[in-house]
């Protein structure tokens, strides 16, 4: 990332009023410094020469004071101003990593998705000191060191020569060293975001792992990844030790040499005393800007490093939606013309044609990974067939392709319910009725049809029982009869079930059935993923779902057939925001 990345300011538009705060503090500080240098000449170098009393330069000591307070007042409000900004800025960007991950679909999180979860969570943390510590000092470079030399120059120009000739060997090996931190630091957040990918799938597994007796197998693995971590982090410390203590051995070597310089000119009275206190006063300050640059840039590496993965996220193209408004459900027919997903090596679903009228049950049926749930993700719009077309045929005849469709309109009037349903933080009540004021007739006759009423019944604050993030405080199954209440009480059209009985017992699958002929009795047109006999037998229609092996002529003109991609997006993939979203 650059200095100063233009697309920081595109992103966090927060960072703008940060910038120009401190570009205007930055000015001010070098008048300050200018001004506090020449002051405390001022004060000496009459003790000196005719040894004045403190009377005569009480007030250029008040004067000093007063420059000094004023620099502790500037520095504290850019301190200040520079943790809320970060806050700010960090937050923008996290909103808009979360916002562009939702917008590229379930096909690029099943890939990125775990990197991406660890890049917003702490990979952006690291960007603080970058707002905190390096942006300042970075202006400050670019205002005090302009300003002091010039003021040099205006003193005593032979100084003034020796700083700006010295002044370039700060960057040059700040430049050099920088690379290699940079280097470091992408390392350090590659392994990060590897180590909190393997976590994330090993905390998913974990109860899979703990029923066949191997939990404790992948510690070997974490810890050894863990030791990777604390490697490349030391390795980054280190490089970082080493640029400061250069950039400290340059700084000092560079104002001895104007120290020097001016210390003999000033024995052979080349130079008044004033200007050569205020010369070698003003010397620190020339490379102090510089030298913290370079040792800011170094503590806000990991940060830049975490700012190119969000700009990578963010400038990954998004492929383009319609704007077409939704036609009406309730009289739409669907229609799969010869639909097809790429998945290693494969067509998950391979050239899938079915119909699907409105007002029925329509069954997806088929072995485990051959894209039932990937189709239904295709009739969703959130993910484009690799080939094929799904097409929307209203009464007149007059034909829609799904992808010239405006999605917000299309999802109102859906209603997807995957078998991890997405379950918010808040009371039963608030989930099942997803903002809507239920009559307490209809939200009764809803819970009892799928048995949630019994659940209900045994908790102490019924309705109002508090469920943590994803449904905790509720079983899976019982989960699952939250969602389908919710689906009964909604208004859409379409109703989308994916696997509605997988975690219930003989019993409950009786209520599942009487759920869907319920739905379909309302006019709904229900879209069951099923595998059991009992869900099957219940539907209108059964479209058995295949998948094919590409050929070498397929591969080569897709090449995303080759692509390390999940075919089948049963997990965090599913669109939360089509669960049970009113109209």
Same mark, same amino acid.
């Given at each position: 990332?650059?200095?100063?990345?233009?697309?920081?300011?595109?992103?966090?538009?927060?960072?703008?009023?940060?910038?120009?705060?401190?570009?205007?503090?930055?000015?001010?500080?070098?008048?300050?410094?200018?001004?506090?240098?020449?002051?405390?000449?001022?004060?000496?170098?009459?003790?000196?020469?005719?040894?004045?009393?403190?009377?005569?330069? %009480?007030? =250029? #000591? !008040?004067?000093?004071? /007063?420059?000094?307070?004023?620099?502790?007042? @500037?520095? &504290? *409000?850019?301190?200040?101003?520079?943790?809320?900004?970060?806050?700010?800025?960090?937050?923008?960007?996290?909103?808009?990593?979360?916002?562009?991950?939702?917008?590229?679909?379930?096909?690029?999180?099943?890939?990125?998705?775990?990197? %991406?979860? =660890? #890049? !917003?969570?702490?990979? /952006?943390?690291?960007?603080?000191?970058?707002? @905190?510590? &390096? *942006?300042?000092?970075?202006?400050?470079?670019?205002?005090?060191?302009?300003?002091?030399?010039?003021?040099?120059?205006?003193?005593?120009?032979?100084?003034?020569?020796?700083?700006?000739?010295?002044?370039?060997?700060?960057?040059?090996?700040?430049?050099?060293?920088?690379?290699?931190?940079?280097?470091?630091?992408?390392?350090?957040?590659?392994?990060?975001?590897?180590?909190?990918?393997?976590?994330?799938?090993?905390?998913?597994?974990?109860?899979?792992?703990?029923?066949?007796?191997?939990?404790?197998?992948?510690?070997?693995?974490?810890?050894?990844?863990?030791?990777?971590?604390?490697?490349?982090?030391?390795?980054?410390?280190?490089?970082?030790?080493?640029?400061?203590?250069?950039?400290?051995?340059?700084?000092?070597?560079?104002?001895?040499?104007?120290?020097?310089?001016?210390?003999?000119?000033?024995?052979?009275?080349?130079?008044?005393?004033?200007?050569?206190?205020?010369?070698?006063?003003?010397?620190?300050?020339?490379?102090?800007?510089?030298?913290?640059?370079?040792?800011?840039?170094?503590?806000?590496?990991?940060?830049?490093?975490?700012?190119?993965?969000?700009?990578?996220?963010?400038?990954?193209?998004?492929?383009?939606?319609?704007?077409?408004?939704?036609?009406?459900?309730?009289?739409?027919?669907?229609?799969?013309?010869?639909?097809?997903?790429?998945?290693?090596?494969?067509?998950?679903?391979?050239?899938?044609?079915?119909?699907?009228?409105?007002?029925?049950?329509?069954?997806?049926?088929?072995?485990?990974?051959?894209?039932?749930?990937?189709?239904?993700?295709?009739?969703?719009?959130?993910?484009?067939?690799?080939?094929?077309?799904?097409?929307?045929?209203?009464?007149?005849?007059?034909?829609?392709?799904?992808?010239?469709?405006?999605?917000?309109?299309?999802?109102?009037?859906?209603?997807?319910?995957?078998?991890?349903?997405?379950?918010?933080?808040?009371?039963?009540?608030?989930?099942?009725?997803?903002?809507?004021?239920?009559?307490?007739?209809?939200?009764?006759?809803?819970?009892?049809?799928?048995?949630?009423?019994?659940?209900?019944?045994?908790?102490?604050?019924?309705?109002?029982?508090?469920?943590?993030?994803?449904?905790?405080?509720?079983?899976?199954?019982?989960?699952?009869?939250?969602?389908?209440?919710?689906?009964?009480?909604?208004?859409?059209?379409?109703?989308?079930?994916?696997?509605?009985?997988?975690?219930?017992?003989?019993?409950?699958?009786?209520?599942?059935?009487?759920?869907?002929?319920?739905?379909?009795?309302?006019?709904?047109?229900?879209?069951?993923?099923?595998?059991?006999?009992?869900?099957?037998?219940?539907?209108?229609?059964?479209?058995?779902?295949?998948?094919?092996?590409?050929?070498?002529?397929?591969?080569?003109?897709?090449?995303?057939?080759?692509?390390?991609?999940?075919?089948?997006?049963?997990?965090?993939?599913?669109?939360?925001?089509?669960?049970?979203?009113?109209?």
């Amino acid at each position: 990332m650059k200095p100063l990345d233009p697309r920081l300011l595109a992103y966090a538009r927060s960072a703008r009023g940060y910038i120009a705060f401190i570009s205007v503090t930055g000015v001010i500080s070098a008048l300050l410094v200018v001004a506090q240098a020449i002051t405390i000449a001022m004060a000496i170098s009459p003790v000196i020469t005719r040894r004045a009393q403190l009377e005569e330069i %009480t007030p =250029t #000591l !008040v004067v000093l004071a /007063l420059i000094i307070g004023l620099r502790l007042i @500037i520095i &504290y *409000l850019n301190k200040a101003f520079a943790h809320r900004a970060a806050q700010n800025a960090i937050k923008e960007l996290r909103g808009a990593v979360i916002d562009k991950a939702h917008a590229l679909g379930p096909r690029w999180r099943s890939t990125h998705g775990h990197d %991406t979860a =660890t #890049l !917003v969570t702490r990979g /952006l943390d690291d960007l603080g000191p970058y707002f @905190i510590s &390096y *942006l300042p000092q970075l202006v400050l470079s670019m205002t005090v060191t302009p300003l002091t030399i010039l003021t040099m120059f205006y003193l005593d120009w032979v100084s003034a020569i020796f700083a700006a000739v010295t002044i370039p060997l700060i960057p040059i090996f700040m430049i050099l060293v920088g690379k290699l931190t940079q280097e470091y630091s992408r390392q350090k957040l590659a392994t990060m975001e590897r180590l909190g990918s393997q976590l994330l799938d090993l905390v998913a597994g974990l109860p899979t792992l703990a029923a066949l007796g191997r939990e404790k197998s992948p510690a070997q693995h974490v810890h050894r990844l863990g030791r990777l971590h604390a490697h490349t982090t030391m390795q980054t410390l280190r490089v970082a030790f080493l640029s400061g203590a250069i950039l400290e051995f340059l700084a000092t070597l560079s104002v001895a040499l104007v120290a020097v310089e001016v210390g003999l000119r000033l024995v052979a009275a080349h130079i008044e005393l004033m200007p050569a206190l205020a010369t070698i006063m003003l010397a620190p300050e020339v490379y102090l800007p510089l030298r913290e640059v370079g040792k800011n840039f170094h503590a806000s590496a990991d940060g830049v490093a975490a700012a190119e993965a969000a700009f990578e996220v963010l400038e990954t193209p998004v492929e383009p939606h319609g704007t077409q408004p939704a036609p009406d459900l309730a009289h739409t027919t669907v229609e799969f013309d010869s639909v097809g997903v790429a998945a290693r090596g494969a067509w998950s679903p391979g050239n899938l044609s079915a119909r699907l009228t409105p007002g029925k049950i329509w069954a997806l049926s088929g072995p485990s990974g051959v894209g039932k749930t990937t189709a239904v993700m295709c009739l969703l719009g959130v993910l484009e067939p690799t080939r094929g077309t799904i097409k929307l045929l209203g009464e007149d005849g007059e034909e829609t392709n799904l992808n010239d469709v405006d999605l917000d309109s299309w999802h109102r009037q859906l209603t997807w319910v995957p078998q991890n349903p997405a379950i918010t933080p808040g009371t039963i009540l608030q989930n099942v009725a997803a903002g809507r004021n239920l009559p307490p007739a209809e939200l009764q006759a809803a819970a009892k049809l799928t048995g949630l009423d019994q659940i209900v019944n045994q908790l102490p604050q019924k309705w109002d029982t508090a469920l943590g993030h994803g449904g905790i405080g509720l079983s899976v199954g019982q989960r699952q009869r939250l969602a389908l209440t919710r689906a009964l009480v909604s208004t859409s059209k379409w109703i989308i079930l994916d696997e509605p009985s997988a975690h219930l017992d003989a019993v409950s699958e009786t209520q599942i059935v009487r759920v869907i002929s319920q739905l379909k009795q309302q006019g709904r047109t229900v879209i069951v993923i099923a595998h059991r006999q009992a869900v099957t037998q219940l539907a209108d229609g059964v479209i058995e779902v295949t998948t094919t092996a590409a050929t070498a002529e397929e591969m080569e003109k897709w090449p995303q057939l080759a692509a390390n991609t999940s075919a089948d997006l049963q997990i965090s993939a599913t669109p939360q925001l089509l669960e049970g979203e009113p109209q």
